[in-house]
């Protein structure tokens, strides 16, 4: 249902002819673009973390379609000096990867490549060293595999019925929701891995087979086109774990990545990234330790005045249920945001 809303939404916006307000006042000097998977479709009917991947083809499509338009797309370190800068430059993009999926270097970087933009990934560094949770994957396939399924929620027994696809889709926006609200990272792994013990899914099996090894991250690092940033090192939503954990997970990923690469991390992405999981303090810390900007999932394009906001910086989520061009010419617009956003034009509360 919220898809629904949210696509006649950006429809309306286009055939209004509201996007057309392209370098106008709600456009911002650029846009920072988050992307995670980019593969081709698969043909299954239950995906609810489709949102999450794009195809090859539109990739190809919407770099077209950027260089039609006029848009630059440049680096995670040109985005910084022209926020700090002042310069306008024309408008921009910078695309980033998060998560460092194995499909970003099989599938987008021959791409990429070929059109010579420079790109980031920002890499949770348990992934590579293949002891991290991919919580969510878990709940999918665990989902996936059954009939049903018990959970104690909230201290009482919950069964859900999972015989077809629409059960399914139920039950994984339920128990998805609701650990999400849960109150603490750790309250919700335990969850997670008391599911995959009792279904028998391996919680730490989707790094092999989805996330790049650090010598695949090597080959892509040694590209000057590549920024590699870090992603904490446990995929944490900072928010929901104490405040020395915060600092530890920033400090901790960017050594690991500096060790392991040779390159020490200067951009960082808040995992998931939404005000739920990243707030000031996390702003505060990541700008304290150093880092040049840091990115969230909150919705939005940038403006001059997230100079002084540069480690709460905004994205628009390339989302694979919109694979548009034209959703994406609303989003770089600003008008859909700005109107999910109440104008304002930063947010970093
Ligand atoms: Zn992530």
Same mark, same amino acid.
């Given at each position: 249902m919220k898809q629904q809303i949210i696509r006649a939404?950006?429809?309306?916006?286009? %055939? !209004?002819?509201?996007?057309?307000?392209?370098?106008?006042?709600?456009?911002?000097?650029?846009?920072?673009?988050?992307?995670?998977?980019?593969? /081709?479709?698969? /043909?299954a009917d239950f995906q609810p973390n489709r949102l999450l991947e794009i195809t090859p083809e539109f990739l190809e499509e919407m770099l077209a379609w950027l260089r039609r338009s006029g848009i630059a797309v440049i680096s995670l370190d040109d985005v910084h000096r022209r926020l700090i800068g002042?310069?306008?430059?024309?408008?921009?993009?910078?695309?980033?990867?998060?998560?460092?999926y194995r499909d970003n270097l099989r599938f987008a970087?021959? @791409?990429?490549?070929?059109?010579?933009?420079p790109f980031a990934i920002y890499v949770p560094t348990s992934?590579?060293?293949?002891?991290?949770?991919?919580?969510?994957?878990?709940?999918?396939?665990? @989902?996936?595999d059954n009939e049903s399924i018990t959970l104690d929620m909230?201290?009482?027994?919950?069964?859900?019925?999972?015989?077809?696809?629409?059960?399914?889709?139920?039950? %994984?926006? !339920?128990?998805?929701?609701?650990?999400?609200?849960? /109150? !603490?990272?750790?309250?919700?792994?335990?969850?997670?891995?008391?599911?995959?013990a009792r279904y028998?899914?391996?919680?730490?099996?989707?790094c092999d087979d989805l996330c790049m090894t650090w010598s695949e991250l090597a080959t892509l690092a040694a590209d000057p086109l590549v920024t590699i940033g870090?992603?904490?090192?446990?995929?944490?939503?900072?928010?929901?774990?104490?405040e020395t954990m915060v600092s530890a997970e920033m400090r901790m990923s960017a050594a690991a990545i500096e060790a392991a690469l040779g390159v020490r991390p200067h951009h960082f992405s808040y995992p998931v990234g939404d005000a739920s999981a990243a707030g000031p303090r996390e702003f505060g810390i990541a700008a304290r330790l150093g880092f040049l900007t840091g990115v969230t999932t909150r919705p939005g394009v940038l403006f /001059?005045?997230?100079?002084?906001?540069? !480690?709460?910086?905004?994205? @628009?989520?390339?989302?694979?249920?919109?694979?548009?061009?034209?959703?994406l010419s609303v989003l770089l617009s600003g008008t859909a945001t700005a109107l999910w956003s109440g104008f304002r034009r930063v947010d970093a509360a």
């Open positions: 939404g950006l429809e309306t916006l286009y %055939f !209004t002819g509201a996007h057309r307000a392209f370098g106008g006042p709600l456009g911002g000097i650029g846009a920072i673009l988050t992307l995670h998977h980019v593969r /081709p479709a698969r /043909p002042g310069e306008s430059g024309g408008r921009f993009v910078a695309l980033t990867f998060d998560d460092g970087y021959p @791409i990429l490549k070929a059109h010579q933009v992934f590579p060293d293949r002891v991290g949770e991919l919580w969510w994957l878990v709940l999918e396939a665990v @989902i996936a909230d201290g009482r027994a919950r069964r859900f019925d999972c015989r077809d696809v629409a059960a399914k889709r139920e039950a %994984f926006e !339920t128990v998805y929701w609701w650990l999400r609200g849960l /109150p !603490t990272e750790e309250a919700l792994r335990e969850v997670v891995r008391d599911l995959a028998a899914v391996s919680v730490t099996g989707f870090a992603h904490t090192v446990n995929h944490v939503m900072l928010k929901k774990v104490p /001059p005045e997230h100079r002084d906001h540069l !480690t709460a910086l905004p994205r @628009i989520s390339v989302n694979g249920q919109f694979q548009r061009l034209r959703y």
